[in-house]
């Protein structure tokens, strides 16, 4: 609380980010966790709440006539602009802001203090709820060729490892041992895969220290122990994720690659998917792009073209079909990158999703990425700038993994059980800091935290709210949600993601949803069913016994048969009214037009963070989202001054 | 003439089909008059059944004896023939160029296609310019229909029946054609119920360099326009290309002389410039370099998504004049024949529900295109794989299409029909069986006889089993206004369309039976759970204990 300079600024306008003209006058309040604005406006009273760990940056520009401007940028890129009356507020907030946003040690992370009224008891079994053993128990292991490894269960071997790690059956703890002090921070070659069918494994690693011509021995035996625990195949893979230049650069400090001489039967494969600044740079590029106020199409695609974002996340997908392909026909591979924890992660998440039905199901994304992302040890806390520190650490690897997900949905619409709103949840609360899950850097270092013991898992909160998360289009039986997926990669299928770039835009996405649709159809067959399986009982009980009183139950049929009939769902759940208004198509021709009315804004009070859907209206399409609507009162060249009522017809023609 | 003396190897044996996503197939190519036939010879059954009119290029290739034609289809298909022995591949190729190409349109198709099918209703008289009057004169009493053009001299490209303010008659239309392009003078496009606003199209005034003006005409557009109100001049055009018009007897209306009216320009491309992007964005799709640098510069560069948005943006507009401004709106480009009717049946889309049938689409693309005088002969002789030189051709109608997918899908639950019928428009457009499309105007039409010679596309698209494959499961009536989004964001690729032959569609349309699935499984429960309730009900009258009170 020291942080905060000023705990309430009034007469601040919320200005609409694609149609500054349209504004919001109301109460800012910045609260230890959460910015909260109030809008003042008689008749509703809309509430937009961003929590410190979310925002980005906070920026101050040059005060004009009406205000103070302040530009926040959240990570999960809603872009808030705030216009404070006085030039003095705006610096406090700015300062304190600034502070909030940034904090130093992991104790301020809100996961720390968020308490929703859920009992001990129940919090701890949060944390039990995914299970990796149990996966890998899934996956058949441990067997006669695999084993559970307890070397580094001090995290001594490996400190960004976890304590538990499936390795051959036939590598001894001196060849795991002797492997990672050949291998980058330890990381020697660990399993992340097993096909049961094939017995064809995915292994992961960090770059081996082989320089210019060093060897090691352990490091070959551990190879070799791999390609043998798969006896059907006489070769394997090692895939290499980074560009040969990069993978060469290495070699001048001492890292580098396999060398196909010193390795039995290897196939080595560079895959040319960029570093951690690359990506860093591409992604600001392209959120550049859906920035842009009013952009030709030719600004967006060059724009898009030019950020280079596909291309990464093409890169990152056609690792994925070259390593499941290889799984599925049998043979092994080892991947790695330099350290081992960012493309490497990427790919081998992207191949376990194409080979395995299981990681598109909703659990199983949960567990996918507790496995290779969680416990192998993804730099979360750098990546995602949930603490002050060098900003060149900072990279959006998980955004591409979860973006390569969502471009495999749009191909094979049926093959996942989860939906889009999943994997924008899932994106939003790994930048949120609201759960424990993706705090620290790694099994060790959460350990230390014990936030296991502070903080509550966004697994499962996800599981109890799943109803909202469900593809309609799922089947467990259809042919999608079998077997391997076999993407086409060409550059054509892949697509912008509004949804997640554009989220807080609600101008820009589809007014009608299908998917709500069908979701409510299925509901309603779900009673239907219900209603047969009873209306038959009772004819039976009926024909039986013919002088039996049924009035009753009967009655209670008929009510609970009268249904909507109307499914129809505008995106959102706004109504049409507001979400459904015209853009500015003008260019600034019609200086204005009536005003849309106000919305019935959801009547969301400051409460205390007593529930896990209070805490965080930023996923509940709650009141706040009403920035990406269009724009009637256009803005006019030939009228500048936006104060003027520009709601009568005369003022239209005048002003023109 | 006879097409025998155009068939120059009428059939070949062992002939190799090769098209995307299918198995290749061993057969028998036959020519006829009108089709490229190839059945396989295990059961004679027909693998390929391909208009020549279908046919906008052929290349061929040979390689020892065995020659393969490649075939480019209007549709944007591509498919590969391998034909034993060198002639018969030439005299294949050389039949198949003369035939695609025959120019004299009592030649097509339509004059020789004979229905297998029952015609229920005779699509020709579904759509006539009185019906739809009438449903006009049902909402307001100012305006007329004449027949000043009943003869087509007054205007060649409009129907024999217009409409137009009550008060203004025949002598002045005749003047005011004059000084329209083409003689296309100001008529009612759209009349908005809600407010009794209007939208007109026309030719480009012909005001020259001289600022030539006309008093008939001013008194026409004025007389739409109720008391005291304004109304807006949707030029289609830059005003630099319009300033530009006037150098060639064109022009637009000055604010003087119009003073009830505000010019709008906006920036919709000339058709000739359309044909091009048509071409560079096929042939990016088409594009094997797996680059996506060079993916996203060339579907950049073919300017298809820049067209698409400029038209609805234009077509939001006259929406948005009408709707929320209140104000009355002509539009019109340069002859009024493309961009013109671009803007005026997208904004009908927008504002009216009724449009957003499949029979109200049928009845728009009948008013404001074939009626209205889109010239459907001139701009879709080719399409993108044509190697002779565009001439008149242009995808106006397919960027229209374009544009009502893009609508649809920003909008899933508000259109009656699906995807499926839009694509099968773009199809019929380019080559049929049917006479719909054939001419540029309702004066060709009229001297092809072909309501007496051919069969109309709605005969046989308004039938149970066609309707059902082309309604959308989804549809609820939607009686509002509907305002796209028009940020680059919002607009895709048409992969219905431009991918349709380059990857497999098979996974989505497997997600589209699975929502056919959905819903036609809610509606059977319905139907089983409606007739036990029934039973039930039946089951308890019999009873006497509960008839007794």
Not at chain 1, 254 to 271: A, L, P, T, V
Request: some cysteine; glycine content about 4%.
């Amino acid at each position: 609380m020291e942080h905060i300079r000023l705990p309430k600024v009034e007469n601040v306008r919320l200005l609409d980010r694609l149609s500054p003209r349209r504004s919001r006058v109301g109460t800012l309040y910045l609260t230890a966790t959460h910015s909260i604005f109030v809008e003042s406006e008689a008749g509703g009273r809309s509430e937009t709440w961003v929590l410190h760990s979310l925002v980005c940056s906070v920026d101050k520009q040059a005060a004009g006539a009406s205000g103070c401007p302040l530009l926040i940028r959240c990570k999960n890129f809603q872009i808030l602009h705030f216009s404070i009356p006085r030039e003095q507020d705006c610096q406090d907030v700015h300062l304190s802001l600034q502070r909030l946003s940034q904090p130093e040690r992991y104790e301020e992370l809100y996961c720390f203090s968020y308490k929703p009224n859920i009992h001990e008891e129940e919090r701890r079994r949060e944390w039990a709820f995914v299970d990796l053993r149990a996966d890998f128990r899934r996956m058949g292991l441990p067997n006669s060729q695999w084993k559970l490894s307890l070397v580094n269960q001090h995290y001594k071997v490996s400190d960004t490892y976890p304590a538990e790690l499936f390795v051959p059956e036939s590598a001894a703890p001196p060849v795991l041992v002797g492997s990672s002090k050949f291998r980058s921070r330890g990381r020697f070659p660990a399993l992340s895969y097993y096909s049961k069918e094939n017995h064809a494994a995915i292994c992961r690693s960090s770059q081996p220290l082989s320089g210019f011509s060093a060897r090691c021995l352990e490091d070959e035996q551990m190879l070799e122990a791999i390609l043998r625990s798969n006896p059907r195949s006489d070769f394997m893979y090692v895939v290499d994720t980074r560009p040969k230049l990069n993978a060469i650069a290495n070699r001048a400090v001492g890292k580098g690659y396999e060398n196909e001489d010193n390795y039995s039967n290897i196939k080595f494969q560079f895959m040319g998917i960029e570093n951690i600044h690359v990506m860093r740079n591409s992604q600001q590029k392209m959120l550049e792009v859906c920035e842009l106020r009013s952009p030709s199409m030719s600004d967006f695609l060059e724009g898009l073209e030019s950020s280079g974002w596909l291309k990464h996340i093409k890169a990152v997908l056609d690792t994925g079909v070259f390593i499941s392909k290889a799984v599925a026909e049998g043979v092994s591979v080892l991947v790695h990158c330099s350290d081992g924890w960012d493309r490497t992660a990427q790919v081998c998440s992207v191949a376990c999703v194409l080979l395995d039905p299981y990681y598109r199901t909703l659990k199983g994304l949960m567990v996918l990425i507790e496995k290779d992302w969680i416990s192998f040890g993804h730099k979360f806390t750098q990546r995602c700038n949930h603490l002050v520190r060098d900003p060149k650490e900072v990279s959006p690897i998980i955004d591409q993994f979860l973006e390569c997900v969502w471009q495999l949905m749009e191909q094979f619409p049926c093959a996942f059980e989860y939906n889009e709103r999943l994997l924008i949840t899932v994106h939003n609360h790994i930048y949120s800091c609201q759960f424990g899950n993706f705090i620290g850097n790694n099994q060790r270092e959460r350990g230390e935290l014990r936030v296991h013991e502070k903080t509550h898992s966004l697994w499962s909160y996800l599981w109890t709210n799943r109803a909202e998360f469900i593809n309609p289009l799922y089947r467990q039986n259809h042919s999608q949600s079998q077997g391997l997926l076999r993407p086409s990669t060409a550059p054509y299928c892949f697509k912008f993601w509004r949804g997640l770039y554009n989220r807080f835009d609600q101008g820009m996405h589809p007014r009608q949803s299908v998917e709500d649709y069908l979701r409510v159809i299925q509901e309603e067959t779900h009673q239907l069913e219900e209603q047969l399986d009873s209306h038959k009982q009772k004819i039976a009980q009926l024909e039986q016994e013919q002088e039996q009183e049924q009035d009753q139950v009967w009655n209670n049929a008929c009510t609970a048969a009268t249904f909507d009939k109307s499914p129809t769902v505008w995106a959102l759940g706004k109504d049409l009214a507001l979400a459904n208004t015209p853009q500015d198509y003008t260019g600034g021709f019609i200086a204005s037009s009536p005003r849309t009315p106000k919305a019935p804004d959801s009547p969301l009070i400051l409460a205390p963070q007593d529930s896990h859907q209070k805490a965080d209206p930023n996923l509940s399409n709650g009141s706040d989202q009403e920035s990406g609507i269009a724009d009637l009162s256009c803005r006019s060249p030939l009228s500048e001054d936006s104060t003027k009522d520009p709601d009568s017809d005369e003022a239209a023609y005048s002003a023109a | 003439m006879e097409f025998a003396e155009l068939i120059k190897t009428p059939r070949v044996d062992g002939v190799v089909l090769h098209r995307p996503f299918m198995p290749t197939v061993e057969g028998t190519l036959c020519l006829t008059g009108h089709h490229l036939i190839l059945s396989s010879r295990q059961d004679n059954t027909e693998e390929l059944w391909l208009l020549h009119s279908n046919i906008d290029s052929i290349e061929k290739r040979f390689v020892g004896s065995v020659g393969s034609v490649i075939v480019k289809c209007k549709d944007l298909r591509v498919i590969q023939l391998d034909i034993p022995g060198m002639e018969e591949c030439l005299n294949i190729a050389s039949s198949i160029e003369a035939l695609s190409t025959l120019d004299s349109v009592s030649l097509m198709y339509p004059f020789f296609y004979r229905p297998m099918f029952e015609v229920i209703e005779d699509g020709w008289n579904s759509f006539l310019p009185q019906d739809a009057f009438k449903d006009l004169e049902s909402m307001t009493d100012e305006w007329r229909l004449s027949d000043v053009n009943k003869d087509f001299t007054v205007c060649q490209s409009y129907p024999r029946l217009v409409a137009v303010p009550k008060n203004i008659d025949d002598d002045t239309l005749k003047k005011v054609a004059t000084f329209r392009h083409s003689g296309r003078f100001p008529v009612l496009s759209y009349y908005h119920k809600k407010n009794g606003m209007v939208m007109m199209r026309a030719g480009q005034p012909l005001t020259g360099t001289n600022g030539r003006r006309c008093k008939e005409d001013e008194k026409l557009i004025n007389a739409t326009l109720r008391p005291g109100k304004r109304g807006y001049i949707i030029d289609t055009r830059t005003i630099n290309v319009a300033q530009q018009a006037k150098a060639r007897g064109g022009g637009f209306e000055s604010e003087g002389n119009y003073p009830q009216w505000r010019r709008i320009h906006k920036a919709i491309e000339r058709y000739n410039v359309l044909q091009e992007s048509l071409i560079k964005l096929v042939e990016a799709c088409g594009d094997q370099s797996h680059s996506m640098d060079r993916w996203l510069s060339k579907l950049e560069a073919s300017n298809w998504q820049t067209h698409i948005k400029e038209i609805l943006t234009t077509a939001c507009l006259a929406a948005q004049c009408i709707d929320r401004e209140g104000a009355s709106v002509l539009v019109h480009g340069t002859e009024g024949t493309d961009s013109t009717l671009q803007v005026t049946s997208l904004a009908q889309i927008i504002l009216d529900p009724g449009c957003r049938t499949v029979k109200g689409f049928q009845g728009l693309v009948e008013r404001e295109w074939l009626q209205a005088g889109h010239p459907f002969r001139q701009r879709c002789g080719q399409s993108a794989y044509s190697n002779s030189k565009p001439r008149q051709e242009a995808p106006v109608f397919l960027l229209f299409l374009d544009c009502v997918w893009q609508i649809l899908r920003q909008f899933p639950c508000s259109f009656e029909f699906n995807e499926s019928f839009l694509v099968l428009l773009f199809e019929h457009a380019y080559a049929s069986q049917f006479g719909t499309f054939l001419g540029n105007c309702a004066a060709d039409r009229a001297r092809l006889s072909l309501p007496e010679k051919t069969v109309s596309l709605w005969s046989w698209v308004n039938r149970p089993q066609e309707l059902e494959r082309l309604t959308n499961p989804l549809y609820e009536a939607n009686s509002l206004v509907i305002w796209p989004s028009v940020a680059p964001q919002s607009l895709l690729l048409w992969e219905g369309v431009f991918l349709r032959w380059n990857r497999s569609s098979k996974c989505l349309d497997e997600a589209y039976d699975e929502m056919v699935h959905i819903i036609e499984y809610n509606k059977e429960l319905q139907n089983k759970v409606n007739s036990l309730r029934r039973q039930l009900a039946q089951l308890e009258t019999e009873d006497p204990l509960l008839n007794t009170p």
